[in-house]
């Protein structure tokens, strides 16, 4: 209970004009923390939806797989440019960043990250270095500006901070693939 209460928390304050308007101004805060912390949110919030709902989860998302397509289809929807642009445009666009980051993609997160397989989590980790690599790229040489509400240095920044977190990914790969942990135990 003590995790729901704390992604509950960290929701509110997401939400709150002040926080929401001071993350929203800067395009890589934008999208590499306030969006991931909605996310996180979800993921703390999931453990009170698997302890109310069991059955639920059990039988619609069973093997971690429909929870991880879902989660990965929202990711996806929200690197998109023009989605990031529209969130601060449209009110709808922006209450429904606040529901499905944390409802439809940390919630589902956290009921299928421990049912995947290794193998599973691997293939989803270099899907998302690989989507990370192009997105970065993208925002990083595109001469033109893909969000009208942020500037061309800050879709340049944004897509630094992808390539980086690619990288980041990689190595962990690396570092799981050469490092056998029970030598460590």
């Known amino acids: 209970m003590n995790q729901f209460i704390y992604g509950l928390i960290l929701f509110i304050v997401l939400a709150l004009p002040p926080v929401s308007n001071l993350l929203e101004s800067i395009m890589i805060v934008h999208m590499h923390m306030q969006m991931p912390l909605l996310v996180v949110a979800g993921f703390f919030m999931g453990h009170y939806f698997q302890l109310r709902f069991p059955e639920f989860f059990q039988r619609w998302n069973e093997n971690g797989i429909p929870g991880i397509l879902l989660f990965t289809i929202i990711m996806i929807y929200w690197m998109i440019p023009r989605t990031m642009d529209e969130a601060l445009t449209m009110q709808s666009v922006q209450l429904f960043k606040f529901i499905s980051l944390p409802f439809f993609a940390g919630v589902p997160l956290r009921d299928s990250w421990p049912k995947l397989s290794l193998r599973g989590k691997n293939i989803l980790i270099t899907g998302f270095t690989l989507m990370f690599i192009g997105m970065g790229l993208l925002y990083v040489l595109s001469p033109e500006q893909l969000c009208n509400n942020y500037l061309l ?24 693939t050469f490092i056998n942990e029970a030598d460590y135990e």
């Open 153 to 176: 240095v800050e879709q340049i920044t944004l897509g630094w901070g992808f390539i980086t977190m690619a990288i980041c990914m990689v190595i962990y790969l690396a570092y799981k």
